[in-house]
């Protein structure tokens, strides 16, 4: 299956790629998107040009995209409610993005759009890399102290619990969440139990291969690049 990654940082999307595999049981091809983004604001902002690109230049079956809910609203089951949308909340945000981009589409190599795959780091991928380690650290755990306006830890703690140091290079950062997820290559049920918003991304994952094999062939308008660049002023730092 062919598909893009879009994330926070070079790691963050190195690391996902295992995840998704794991998730999805097979190997998977990675086609870059247009624009890169770092940090949040920049992942919203870059997302329609990079929907619009993979959608009429590309192949790839869909686009996932994954980042932290830092200190924002996280998605819980009352934001499934058929037309609910929490503004605070990025996965309400993310899929509003996509719902509003794919529906002016027309349907282009042979398929009537590109598939969306959106979840959110519960406050930050570290607490990710740590399921299954530290009992500590889950969702609901983070959700408790958010309700009771006690953190049960700063992402700061995080990166040093997985990383040693809360700046680490890009090499150690990427070594060390890869050596992390390697408990979950073969099941990722313990941290989709954990992580209720990681569960999102697999349930969409999964969603995939029923769609593409129960799509018709759909003739394409056109197979001709265009152009669907947009100027980026700045590129947040995670």
């Known amino acids: 299956m062919k598909l893009a990654i879009l994330s926070e940082s070079l790691a963050d999307e190195t690391v996902i790629r295992v995840l998704v595999e794991a998730v999805l049981r097979e190997r998977v091809e990675i086609i870059t998107p247009s624009l890169r983004a770092r940090g949040w604001p920049s992942v919203s902002q870059v997302l329609p040009a990079v929907i619009r690109h993979l959608h ?25 409610r058929e037309g609910y949308f929490h503004p605070q909340c990025r996965m309400c945000q993310l899929r509003a993005i996509f719902r509003q981009t794919t529906k002016r589409l027309p349907p282009a190599r042979g398929r009537a759009k590109l598939l969306r795959c959106v979840g959110i780091a519960v406050p930050a991928i570290e607490a ?44 150690h950062e990427i070594e060390r969440a890869l050596a992390e997820v390697q408990r979950f290559r073969r099941d990722t049920r313990r ?18 291969k029923t769609t593409v094999t129960n799509s018709a062939v759909v003739t394409p308008v056109s197979t001709a690049p265009v152009s669907t660049s947009v100027p980026v002023s700045s590129f947040a730092s995670r």
Do not use: I
């Open 128 to 171: 990710w890399y740590l399921c299954g380690r530290d009992g500590s650290v889950t969702e609901q755990a983070w959700l408790a102290g958010q309700a009771a306006r006690k953190p049960p830890y700063t992402r700061a703690e995080l990166k040093m619990r997985v990383y040693g140091t809360d700046r680490p290079s890009l090499a």
């Open 56 to 80: 009429f230049n590309t192949d790839a079956t869909g686009l996932v995209v994954v980042v932290d809910a830092d200190d924002s609203v996280v998605h819980t089951a009352e934001h499934e």
């Open 191 to 208: 941290l989709e139990n954990d992580f209720p918003c990681f569960e999102a991304l697999a349930k969409d994952l999964r969603s995939w």
